[in-house]
Nanobody, 124 residues
């Protein structure tokens, strides 16, 4: 059974940092792109960052580039999202997802696997 399990969310003050983890299990993800998305209350889910599990390419939403860093640990089968200089507008549920094939920014094109999400709240 394939599972993506997010952790690391919580409450942080503006300007602080959090590191989210996505533990992947149940299959090999070498041919997958692993991504982070977020959804704030009353808003649509949006792309945050992604990487190719079997390569070196990384992708970022314009507004997160420079503050967020995506990385992976092959040995632990885990993808991370380091979030620095957090802002109140970063408050959302953050989801991990996996997509086989080419990179896509639209959440609707990520049809393979999703995690259950982890809440990030940034206070002002």
């Amino acid at each position: 059974q394939v599972q993506l399990v997010e952790s690391g969310g919580g409450l942080v003050q503006a300007g602080g940092s959090l590191r989210l983890s996505c533990s992947a299990s149940g299959r090999t993800f070498n041919r997958y792109i692993m991504g982070w998305f977020r959804q704030a209350p009353g808003k649509e889910r949006e792309f945050v960052a992604a990487l190719r599990w079997g390569g070196t390419s990384t992708f970022y939403a314009h507004s997160m580039k420079g503050r967020f860093t995506i990385s992976r640990d092959n040995g632990k089968n885990t993808v991370y999202l380091q979030m620095d200089r957090l802002k109140p507008e970063d408050t959302a549920i953050y989801y991990c997802a996996a997509r086989q094939g080419e990179m896509a920014y639209a959440p609707s094109l990520w049809n393979d696997y999703w995690g259950q999400g982890t809440q990030v709240t940034v206070s002002s």
